[in-house]
């Protein structure tokens, strides 16, 4: 039988939340008293939960300044990169044939974010197509890759919001979303598992460009 959460551990959920759906952004202030004011919490469990932020590597806190939400580094990046890598390759060449529960959420994820893209919701796009690549990861059938995932996909969040051009920045990844959907779902694991390296590939190499100064000439 799973613990209720605690009151902490529900503030932070909906803070995380917050960050994955791109509604709090990097170098927001995440100010103590509209914390307790907005949950109705003390201040000693807001700052549980703000520290479980600085520990998940969403938050930090800045001299002066308070807590806020986390800017990223190429260092930052790179890292990400090497995780999603070693858990989402893995998962498809290890995963079973998709069942028809598996299909459905990764097509929800990609029909949601197609939904998105014709409203031009581009912040919604990146959301829903982070989704996807948890559905992938959600192949191993593992809870605790699953919850660790989570964190990633909050993280890279925090990284998109450094796109200038969030619509040129998330319109490529859909159509290559779905590809590797549809060779997972014929079976062919060996293309999704190729198509989806160089996807990662071609994504690192961007958001390492967009977070890299340009070299005054």
């Known amino acids: 039988m799973t613990s209720p959460l605690s009151l902490a551990d529900q503030i932070t959920f909906e803070l995380r939340a ?92 990609l029909e949601a974010a197609e939904l998105a893209r014709d409203r031009e919701d581009w ?32 993280q890279l969040r925090l990284v998109f919001c450094s796109a200038p051009d969030e619509a040129r920045f998330q319109a490529p990844w859909l159509a290559r979303d779905r590809q590797i959907h549809d060779w997972l779902a014929e079976g062919d694991k060996p293309a999704a598992h190729d198509e989806l390296s160089v996807y990662l590939d071609d994504s690192e190499q961007l958001l390492v460009h967009l977070l890299t100064p340009a070299n005054p000439h």
């Open 123 to 154: 912040r919604a796009v990146g959301t829903h197509s982070l989704a996807f690549h948890q559905h992938i990861v959600g192949l191993m059938r593992s809870p605790l890759l699953d919850e660790f995932f989570t964190n990633v996909v909050a």
């Open 18 to 109: 917050d960050i994955i759906g791109g509604r709090l952004i990097p170098g927001t202030a995440l100010v103590e008293n509209n914390l307790v004011c907005a949950y109705n919490a003390s201040r000693n469990t807001i700052r549980e939960a703000l520290h479980r932020l600085g520990q998940e590597g969403l938050a930090r806190y800045v001299r002066n300044k308070g807590v806020t939400v986390r800017r990223l580094g190429v260092d930052d990046v790179r890292d990400l990169f090497k995780v999603r890598r070693t858990l989402e390759l893995r998962a498809i060449l290890s995963s079973n044939p998709l069942s028809e529960y598996q299909a459905d959420h990764m097509l929800e994820a």
